[in-house]
């Protein structure tokens, strides 16, 4: 039986709605655990979730990144269990370093939470290896730092060894800058490490992921709990 | 062992714009008549007080501090320490 652990910081929400996700609509075994109780044994694979870890105090997940769940966190990543990051969860993963880049506030500087489109550019990770190259997804965003950023140097190196899995497009698919919710480099949406095996994206999978609650009717957000499961089944 | 203040002072790096900096400077301060103002950064600002022996010591320990625990982040921002007696 699959594992997997949901980790909750203070102020993390969607949390739940991820639970609930991998419990009632996958059948996966999924566990809510406190920061400070999580460790690495025992799980198959770890969701961060989104919201507003310590109430995103001197920046989006800076604090939460320095708890001491990271450090198991990071074990996971080393062993290549599939690690999720959403929104927040996103945001904590860059702070910690384990994915690189930053994600600075919004270029409006507003709260953005809204349906958006979004392609995937790599079908080769943990999360997309159920996605078609190039399949376009309709999926929610609810941030305000979002904005991805990196120097050149690093984003020709993102884009050499494929770690831009998911970018805003319109419904067609062109990343073109009117589709671009928050002002980040590249229409990125969302980064995997090389190796795969975790992801960080800005849109919330988890409220797209039962057609009851999306407005397309679609349940795009599931494929990636779909198959962060049967990767770690095979 | 003394008591400094300490100020450190985070913005973005020129190439990650400061679109909060951008706005204050083109639709409050130029609309105002202040066209002498070129440009116009935001950023974060921290005033700490640190126990050290010498004003170095405490702004070794603050450039530690940041590094170590990430009080910015190197990708986008830069940052700048002033130990005040």
């Known amino acids: 039986m699959v594992r997997i652990a949901v980790i909750r910081f203070p102020g993390s929400n969607c949390d739940l709605d991820v639970v609930h996700v991998l419990k009632n609509v996958l059948g996966v075994e999924a566990s809510l655990v406190w920061h400070k109780e999580f460790k690495a044994l025992g799980y198959d694979g770890v969701v961060l979730?989104?919201?507003?870890?310590?109430?995103?105090?001197?920046r989006s997940g800076a604090i939460a990144a320095r708890s001491p769940a990271l450090?198991?966190?990071?074990?996971?990543?080393?062993?290549?269990?599939?690690?999720?990051?959403i929104c927040n969860g996103f945001q904590i993963l860059v702070e910690a370093g384990?994915?690189?880049?930053?994600?600075?506030?919004?270029e409006n500087l507003k709260f953005i939470c809204k349906w958006v489109y979004i392609r995937c550019d790599n079908g080769w990770t943990a999360f997309t290896w159920g996605i078609p190259e190039g399949k376009v997804l309709y999926i929610p965003i609810a941030h305000?730092?979002?904005?991805?950023?990196?120097?050149?140097?690093e984003l020709e190196r993102l884009s050499r060894k494929r770690m831009i899995v998911f970018r805003y497009t319109d419904q067609k698919g062109e990343a073109v800058p009117e589709a671009n919710p928050n002002?980040?480099?590249?229409?990125?949406?969302?980064?995997?490490?090389?190796?795969?095996n975790v992801l960080g994206l800005m849109p919330h999978p988890e409220r797209a992921s039962e057609e009851l609650l999306s407005p397309s009717g679609s349940a795009d957000g599931l494929l990636l709990f779909k198959s962060m499961a049967e990767y770690v089944k095979r | 062992m003394k008591a400094y203040t300490v100020e450190i002072v985070i913005e973005n790096k020129p190439a990650a714009r400061d679109p909060e900096g951008e706005t204050i400077h083109r639709d409050l301060i130029l609309k105002g008549g202040y066209v002498n103002v070129k440009a116009v950064r935001t950023g974060k600002y921290l005033r700490m007080t640190i126990e050290a022996n010498s004003p170095w010591e405490a702004e070794r320990l603050a450039?530690?501090?940041c590094n170590s625990l990430r009080i910015y982040n190197p990708v986008a921002h830069v940052y700048r320490i002033k130990v005040l007696e």
């Not at chain 1, 990071?74 to 999720?84: E, R, T, Y």
């Not at chain 1, 384990?98 to 919004?106: Q, R, S």
């Open chain 1, 49 to 58: 979730p989104g919201g507003f870890s310590y109430g995103d105090y001197l």
């Open chain 1, 71 to 85: 450090e198991h966190v990071k074990v996971m990543v080393d062993n290549g269990l599939p690690v999720l990051g």
């Open chain 1, 98 to 106: 384990i994915l690189p880049g930053a994600l600075l506030p919004n």
């Open chain 1, 144 to 153: 305000k730092e979002g904005r991805y950023f990196s120097d050149e140097a």
């Open chain 1, 183 to 196: 002002g980040s480099i590249r229409n990125i949406a969302g980064i995997c490490n090389e190796k795969g």
């Open chain 2, 63 to 65: 450039f530690e501090m």
